[in-house]
């Protein structure tokens, strides 16, 4: 059984920081592209940023310059490091997997809970 576990969420004035953390569990032997999605209130789920298994990254620009986004392979982690957070970053942020090998063979397109964070004025 595989699990995408996400933490660090919060409440955060403008301007401060917030970083996500994302681990891959149970019968894991590797985990390919990773990334974060989230969805505002009333809103569709959309991309926010990825990054492959050798470093490879991609972000959508309202995030860039301010979101980093890295991953520790040896740990089956993905992290986000979110700067100058803005109201409009509000939302529930999930964790993706595109592809996860385990010990019985491969998952696609896998998704973790959901982590809130919530950027006041």
């Known amino acids: 059984q595989v699990h995408l576990v996400e933490s660090g969420g919060g409440l955060v004035q403008v301007g401060g920081s917030l970083r996500l953390s994302c681990a891959a569990s149970g019968n894991v032997l590797a985990v ?58 509000t939302g529930v942020y999930y964790c993706n997997a595109g592809q996860i090998l385990t010990t019985v063979g491969l998952v696609r397109d896998f998704w973790g809970q959901g982590t809130q964070v919530t950027v006041s004025s």
């Open 32 to 89: 390919n592209d990773m990334g974060w999605y989230r969805q505002a209130p009333g809103k569709l789920r959309e991309f926010v940023a990825s990054i492959s298994r050798s470093g490879t990254t991609n972000a959508v620009d309202s995030v860039k310059g301010r979101f980093t986004i890295s991953r520790d392979n040896a740990k089956n982690t993905v992290y986000l490091q979110m700067n100058s957070l803005k109201p409009e970053d």
